[in-house]
């Protein structure tokens, strides 16, 4: 963390280079996009992933979207899908996301996934925000720049008020033209369901599709149906391994995901107990324990302050029973 936020006002080739230079090293940057800021990061570098989450003093890991420059680095990363191929073509760049399976061989950090088999992906109708990640050279995740709790900034002031000394570039861009968050469709799945409605209309979404697309609602205890926030609908990924939290040591049959300095961890998320590190190693170690066909993990017990309230809520849902 910085003690210090530069402002660029003018979003010059200097400043862009700037921001793209801090990006390739692994910071944060916070940049204008047409609906929202973003605050960004390399979305392939886990330790820079995980300080997002930092900044944001968000206490839950919640996907994030991952922004690209161009279509065809966006089908690098994902599995083939005529559909996202007709969405990206009707409305890239500009304010619609599409949630998207993962390519096996993908380069994207896990952490940007939650662990999950998705990503959300889009590519922004703001020019200077493309030719940032072009330069940059890497997709990069970015949620809006504003502190957890807090309402979505739609301009560099917005920004530098909610997160303050946290980072240390914000790129101003001047007001933001849709003003509003992306619109998301999830179309992991056969049947194409709106997420969160945003800047494009969900009748512009059916015109492209010649079909009817239903939003993602459930009912609530009144009665009434309610969209609810798709970064609390997640099924959140659960390894297939049971999970035992605050372990001092592995029992029988156990492997031990180590926190700290702990003896005989078969992985450790950080052995300096730094957390911005555990949080970067968190996901990737919990898929590779399961790949390696771990019936049990025990979990060393993570300091509940800072990013380990993130990576403590994520293991108790891991560890909750299951049905
Ligand atoms: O306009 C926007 O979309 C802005 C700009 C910066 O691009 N970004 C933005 O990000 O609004 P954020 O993190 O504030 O909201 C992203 C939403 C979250 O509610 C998250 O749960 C959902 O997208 N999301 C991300 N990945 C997902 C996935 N794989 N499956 C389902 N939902 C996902
Ligand atoms: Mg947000």
Redesign the pocket.
Known sequence: MKSKTDIIHAMNSSGIERAANLLRSGEVVAFP?E??Y?LGADATNDSAVARIFEAKQRPQF????V?FSKPENVWNETKPSPIGEKLASEFWPG?L?V?VNRRSDSTLSRLV?AG?E???V?I?AHEKAREMIEMAGCPVA???ANRSGSI?PTCAQHVVESLGDRIPLVLDGGDCSVGL??T?V?ISDATPVI??P?GVSQEAIEDALGHKVTQFQEVNETGSAALK???QM?SHYAPNASVRLCASKANPGEVLLGFGNVKDATLNLSPESNLVEAAANLFAMLHQLDSQGAKAIAVSPVPDVELGAAINDRLRRAAAPRN
């Not at 919640?62 to 979207?65: E, F």
Request: proline share 15%; net charge neutral.
């Open positions: 996009t609906t929202v973003g919640n996907p994030l979207i922004h304010p996301t949630v996934s999950l998705t990503v959300a889009r922004p970015a949620p809006s979505s968050e992306s998301i999830d997420l969160r945003g926030a798709p970064g997640l």
